[in-house]
Nanobody, 122 residues
Framework: QVQLVESGGGSVQAGGSLRLSCVRSRDTTCRYDMSWYRQAPGKEREFVSGIDVFGSATFADSVKDRFTLFQNNSANTLYLQMNSLKPEDTAMYYC????????????????WGQGTQVTVSS
């Protein structure tokens, strides 16, 4: 059963924009810290951006001032808005649960989605 589903990836020219979505299942009153990671072929998975239960977001130096996180909690969805994209941003992007505060039927910590591919051409 799919619990985290990423979408919104695709191919775009440098300087363009994409909006990635991460849709959570089982989300009723669950509260999470969540994040986006990315991984390019031959590279280790790296942190991109994260958001905590207070709505405070952090960003890797490589994407700060270009990427933005926002949520629609009623739709159980976390978004990553990516602007001014660079070829170096090309990677598979993954959504994950960093921390869960309620338990029960909520998604567990360290649960990963299957990823969505982002390709930026120069």
């Amino acid at each position: 059963q799919v619990q985290l589903v990423e979408s919104g990836g695709g191919s775009v020219q440098a300087g363009g924009s994409l909006r990635l979505s991460c849709v959570r299942s089982r989300d009723t009153t669950c509260r999470y810290d969540m994040s986006w990671y990315r991984q390019a072929p031959g590279k280790e998975r790296e942190f991109v951006s994260g958001i905590d239960v207070f709505g405070s977001a952090t960003f890797a130096d490589s994407v700060k001032d270009r990427f933005t996180l926002f949520q629609n909690n009623s739709a159980n969805t976390l978004y990553l808005q990516m602007n001014s994209l660079k070829p170096e941003d090309t990677a598979m992007y993954y959504c994950k649960i960093d921390k869960e505060y309620t338990g029960g039927w909520c998604l567990p910590k360290d649960y990963w989605g299957q990823g969505t591919q982002v390709t930026v051409s120069s």
